[in-house]
């Protein structure tokens, strides 16, 4: 998006790929840019958004809850546990995890532990109690669920940091995370945002919590992993089928979170459209 100028006058300028063309939006902004650019851009966006993805999105979300509601009681459970066994092993095995696919199934399905550290045995377990119980549950998203969360992942693991913010200092790769004195006024920020993203389609406020929840980071590990859980919370209870970042494809993700919020959004949106295209038949 850019500001434009022509015959003496400044225009938002937006240009995105719908149906296969190239789509070029502008809004008329007067001789001069009003002080209000960054909250008027905010809402071009979201309207050019909605023109060329949101609509799609919601025909994706009609189509999955019509086939969800076709399926049987032992179905849905069945579908369920497939979507446990594979959030739990892409997410855990992004943050580095050993477990393989298979090895997850077998022990979330026949309780068969591999041979492989008991740390990321316990983690896989946890995690795909954990998820189950966020599915099934009406739960605002505050400080305390999301410490509540952490202490259910990593109590058995890492129990020195299992539900605690941190207080000393991360860095992951280039990134350095905030001050953690910083991490009381940043979070508050954070569930105020939250509260007030209602207003968004789902997608794009899936998105921009998991991108500002990464950047605070305010555990000294397991960020990722509560963020996956946030995003897809999210998502199931705006009724619009679930998004897992595949470890095979994790690279596109860091990229992804390395850029702008803008541009983890735009990622996001790009991903969820291919994994979900399918319900558009």
Known sequence: MRVTKKHGAHYLQHSFRKQGKI???????????????????EIFLRECRKEAFYDTFDSIRTAYREEWQKYPSSIKEKILQELSIDFTYNTNAIE????????????????IAPNKPLRDVKEAEQHAKLFREILSKEISLT?????DWHA??????KPDIAGSLREYRVRVGPYVAPDWQDLPELLKEFFIYVKKSKELHAIERAARIHYRFEKIHPFGD??????????NYVLW??????L??????????????KKDEDAFVQYFIRRYFAVHKKYLR
Do not use: C, D, M, W
């Not at 259910?152 to 693991?157: G, I, N, S």
């Open 237 to 242: 209870k705006e009724k619009y089928p679930l």
């Open 222 to 231: 397991g960020n990722g992993r509560i963020g996956r859980l946030i995003t």
């Open 96 to 111: 580095g995890s050993t477990i393989t696919l298979e090895e997850t199934r077998e022990l979330l399905e026949k309780e």
């Open 152 to 157: 259910k992942l990593f109590t058995e693991t």
């Open 23 to 41: 789509v070029t939006k502008e809004k008329y902004l007067g001789k001069h840019v009003p002080k209000a650019i960054e909250n008027i851009k």
């Open 244 to 257: 897992i970042i595949e470890y095979k494809k994790r690279k596109s993700y860091y990229n992804a979170l």
């Open 143 to 147: 400080q305390k669920t999301l410490l």
